[in-house]
């Protein structure tokens, strides 16, 4: 009786987890289905590439019409480049600790007992507004409180509790006759308007920048995005890529090259600048547009330490292989605004392909990256070699979207194939494990 009995609880246990793994494994598809849909069937045409060779492009590993002209398709292989397929799935690598990176207040409690980070007042969330500092933290606060930290302060940030690319990010200053949000004037009565329409944001101080960021552009906050991981050969934590985002006119408040902004790699060794690129326009540019400064050749101050200091704060979260760091430079030194589990792959093969370099190699080795495994890549993201030249390009792009669809039932049969061959295997070994103590324990009483 006590031998099934355990027997059964066991089964249940086993059964409950790896349905649970299969059910994991369908969202997970499910989120790339809509991620091709949203962020790059629908994703914004800058370049103006033609609608065919965008559906191609789209289709054929999960590429944007922008890359298809910034990664210089034409004359390029695409199988040597990393997709925005590979970009979401790296998102994965830090499960199940990238809730606290998602997170932008959590997050920045997390990180403010090693490093310097922005100081938070209110956030509204659900339709109520609570402060953030722990000696007032009793009561819902109104507009009106908002307001006066806004008096208080001059200038803060609101931004959205969990976004990227700076979305939503907005500046507010307070200016004779209203409020200025990113340099529109409101008066006190359209800002409570604004601020009612939008939810799940906070508030948090600006933070002023180093004089070098502002003798390059002034008008925003120029962070530089510094990605560290674990090298898989070695389990050292190492900085891979850092590269300065710099505003522009057209991105007021923030620097982020998504919106148009430049970036301009920094050496990793010498802190030098390279030419400065746009994710929404091709060439490089030595001087800023707007202010003229000479980027190129310039030196970020103290990178010695700043580098050592992002390795530093690296390592105090030895759960996380891959951080991206949005890091601003300041006159006492490094203040992180934000950590991200994941990094777009745009600026950083803007220098270069990555698929089979060390970004590539590095999602290979924890399974997210592009063919990591010929059993367990979905149909709908592997490359195709060769082309049928009889076919139109119409028929082309409808013969490949077809392969699209088919790819998510693959992967939605293989998930499920997965699970139902991981549950046997399980079943299997309880009943022996089970079945081995039974033996043990009867052939002990035995003697």
Not at 43 to 58: C, E, G, I, S, Y
Not at 274 to 294: F, I, T
Not at 319 to 336: E, H, N, R
Request: proline letters at 3%.
């Amino acid at each position: 009786m006590l031998f099934s009995t355990r027997l059964v609880w066991h089964l249940r246990a086993r059964a409950g987890e790896t349905m649970w793994n299969a059910v994991k494994r369908c969202v997970k598809i499910a989120k790339l289905s809509l991620l091709w849909l949203r962020r790059i069937l629908f994703a914004p045409n800058h370049f103006d590439v033609n609608f065919f060779t965008k559906l191609r492009m789209n289709i054929c590993g999960g590429y944007l019409a922008d890359q298809y002209v910034l990664y210089d398709f034409k004359h390029n292989d695409r199988r040597e480049y990393l997709s925005e397929f590979d970009w979401y799935r790296s998102r994965w690598i830090n499960e199940p600790f990238d809730q606290m990176y998602n997170n932008k207040i959590i997050c920045s409690e997390v990180l403010s007992r090693y490093i310097t980070v922005p100081e938070n007042l209110l956030m509204k969330n659900k339709g109520k507004i609570v402060s953030l500092c722990s000696d007032s933290a009793d009561g819902y606060r109104t507009y009106g409180d908002v307001i006066k930290a806004l008096s208080d302060e001059g200038a803060l940030f609101m931004k959205p509790i969990a976004a990227g690319k700076g979305k939503d990010v907005f500046r507010l200053e307070k200016a004779d006759g209203g409020i200025v949000v990113d340099g529109d004037l409101l008066t006190e009565t359209e800002f409570v308007s604004f601020l009612e329409s939008k939810d799940a944001w906070f508030l948090s101080k600006a933070v002023k920048q180093h004089p070098f960021l502002d003798e390059i552009y002034d008008k925003t906050t120029n962070t530089m995005r510094v990605i560290t991981l674990r090298d898989p050969s070695t389990g050292t934590y190492k900085v891979f890529f850092a590269v300065l985002r710099i505003g522009t006119h057209e991105t007021i408040p923030v620097d982020n090259g998504s919106r148009g902004g430049l970036v301009a790699m920094i050496d990793l060794e010498t802190g030098e600048l390279s030419e400065a690129r746009s994710l929404h326009a091709l060439g490089a540019s030595q001087v800023h547009p707007d202010s003229g400064y000479q980027i190129q050749g310039a030196v970020v101050p103290d990178w010695p330490e700043v580098k050592d200091e992002i390795l530093s704060l690296a390592r105090r979260f030895p759960f996380a292989p891959f951080t991206a760091w949005d890091v601003l430079l300041t006159s006492q030194g490094v203040c992180i605004i934000e950590a991200n589990t994941s990094s777009g792959v745009n600026i950083i093969q803007l220098w270069g392909p990555q698929k089979d370099n060390e970004l590539g190699d590095f999602y290979r080795f924890h399974k997210v990256g592009h063919n990591y495994a010929a059993h367990d890549t979905p149909l709908y993201s592997r490359p195709f070699l060769t082309t049928n030249t009889k076919y139109s390009r119409n028929v082309f792009a409808i013969e490949h979207l077809g392969v699209i669809l088919y790819g998510f039932r693959d992967s939605l049969q293989r998930s499920y194939r997965m699970a139902f061959e991981e549950a046997d295997g399980g079943i299997t070994a309880v009943c022996r494990n089970i079945f081995r103590s039974s033996m043990a324990r009867r052939f002990s009483n035995g003697r």
